[in-house]
């Protein structure tokens, strides 16, 4: 199946993985009539040497290829903090490989020949776990970016309120006077850009 040079854009992408043609061109051919954009590639190191984080999609790869397996393409996305959700497909279905598979976060592992109704469910379920991953960490990296705008000691009151606590049991807590708790509330509000404590809990809750 001709690919155009750059396999990569901003559309959930599936990346097939097998070592053998005719699989890799009928499994393509089934995700495309799913309406799905689809990429093939012939083992796991072109698309490892290809592939950019930022890329939103799913892998389906063989367990057993040469140069590198399912499960080591797996493990080496995970060692490289990439979340793209993987659905391994064997041939040779073992239960010891299975259950690394899913030890590992597989979103399924199929044996050949397998149900193209299951086989695209699975598809369907890996797109919509990297979308809400990819919401999450984008979630995660505004909070970072607008606590960062916060003093150390303003951060300390805003923990503080996070928990619960009245203007009184921070001052305390803090060995600080209930004015300066005052001074500290209005900042932190300001320069988060919000009005509320529920609204600041909900921007704490995105952190790591």
Same mark, same amino acid.
């Given at each position: 199946m001709t690919q155009p040079n750059n396999p990569f854009t901003g559309e959930p992408t599936v990346f097939i993985i097998d070592d053998d043609e005719a699989v890799r061109d009928a499994l393509s051919v089934l995700v495309?009539?799913?309406?799905?954009?689809?990429?093939? %590639?012939?083992? $796991?190191?072109?698309f490892l040497h290809r592939y950019s984080p930022e890329q939103p999609g799913c892998v389906v790869a063989d367990l057993r290829m040469p140069f590198m397996d399912g499960l080591e393409l797996q493990e080496?996305?995970?060692r490289r903090g990439c979340g793209l959700p993987v659905i391994i497909?064997? $041939?040779?279905g073992e239960v010891s490989s299975a259950v690394?598979? %899913?030890?590992?976060?597989?979103?399924? %592992?199929?044996? #050949?020949?397998?149900?193209?109704?299951? %086989?695209?469910?699975?598809?369907?379920?890996?797109l919509q776990r990297d $979308?809400?991953?990819?919401?999450?960490?984008?979630?995660?990296?505004?909070?970072?970016? #607008?606590?960062?705008?916060l003093s150390p000691r303003e951060r300390d009151v $805003?923990?503080?309120?996070?928990?619960?606590?009245?203007? #009184?049991?921070?001052?305390?807590?803090?060995?600080?006077g209930v004015r300066t708790v005052e001074t500290h509330r209005a900042n932190i509000l300001s320069k988060l850009d919000i009005r509320t404590v529920p609204e600041l809990m909900r921007l704490w809750m995105h952190t790591p």
């Open positions: 495309e009539v799913a309406g799905l954009s689809v990429r093939t %590639f012939v083992n $796991a190191l072109e080496e996305l995970s497909i064997t $041939a040779h690394t598979a %899913f030890r590992s976060g597989a979103v399924d %592992f199929l044996e #050949k020949p397998f149900d193209d109704g299951v %086989f695209l469910r699975r598809i369907h379920e890996a $979308a809400h991953q990819r919401r999450d960490r984008s979630a995660a990296e505004s909070a970072l970016a #607008k606590l960062a705008l $805003a923990a503080l309120m996070v928990e619960g606590c009245a203007n #009184k049991a921070i001052a305390i807590r803090l060995g600080i």
